[in-house]
Antibody, heavy 120, light 107 residues
Framework: EVRLLESGGGLVQPGGSLRLSCAAS????????MTWVRQAPGKGLEWVSV????????DSADSVKGRFTVSRDNSKSTLYLQMNSLRADDTAMYYC?????????????WGQGTLVTVSS | SYVLTQPPSVSVAPGKTARITCEEN??????VHWYQQKPGQAPVLVMY???DRPSGIPDRFSGSKSGNTAALTITRVDAGDEADYYC??????????FGAGTKVIVL
């Protein structure tokens, strides 16, 4: 059974940093691209970042470019999102999701999310 | 940037058919995926590549695309289908784009 378990969310002050993790199981992690999607309270889904299977290619939304960095450790089957210079509008539930390859593929499995709140 | 337009809500009586649309001028050249999100839960893929249904999704769910519009249709709607539904595409310049979501309300 495919499982994705996010962790690392919490309350952080504006300008602060946080690192999210997504532990994967039930599939061969190193053969799938992975992505982060967020959802502000009461709002819709917003794509954040994607990373290919080897970690050699990443891409991020303009809203987080230069502040967020996606990475992965295939030996630990874990995806990460390093978030720096956090702002109030980064407050959201952050989901990791699996995608077969970077491109037009669907996000076929999602984790339950971890909540990030940016507030003083 | 690429914008997918969805109606904010669709209301349907139990047992009837709900049709959720997703519009964009160039959607005909894109692969459209659909996600269902129930309150307090993570999204679930319910349709991919316009009209392919993942295993475990009832055949009451179907997808289509014509002209500038993609659609997710749910037949024989029941209370368990009440949720937000999002369309999504990948665009080479805009990356991954979601529609704003449609709330399906079962009357």
């Amino acid at each position: 059974e495919v499982r994705l378990l996010e962790s690392g969310g919490g309350l952080v002050q504006p300008g602060g940093s946080l690192r999210l993790s997504c532990a994967a199981s039930g599939f061969t992690f190193s053969t799938y691209a992975m992505t982060w999607v967020r959802q502000a309270p009461g709002k819709g889904l917003e794509w954040v970042s994607v990373i290919n299977d080897s970690g050699s290619h990443t891409d991020s939304a303009d809203s987080v470019k230069g502040r967020f960095t996606v990475s992965r450790d295939n030996s630990k089957s874990t995806l990460y999102l390093q978030m720096n210079s956090l702002r109030a509008d980064d407050t959201a539930m952050y989901y990791c999701a699996r995608i077969r390859v970077v491109g037009a593929e669907p996000f076929d499995f999602w984790g339950q999310g971890t909540l990030v709140t940016v507030s003083s | 940037s690429y914008v997918l337009t969805q109606p904010p809500s669709v209301s349907v009586a139990p047992g009837k058919t709900a049709r959720i649309t997703c519009e964009e001028n160039n959607i005909g050249s894109k692969s459209v995926h659909w996600y269902q999100q129930k309150p307090g839960q993570a999204p679930v893929l319910v349709m991919y590549y316009d009209s392919d249904r993942p295993s475990g999704i009832p055949d009451r769910f179907s997808g289509s695309k014509s002209g500038n519009t993609a659609a997710l249709t749910i037949t024989r709607v029941d209370a368990g289908d009440e949720a937000d539904y999002y369309c999504q595409v990948w665009d080479r310049t805009s990356d991954y784009v979601f529609g704003a979501g449609t709330k399906v309300i079962v009357l």
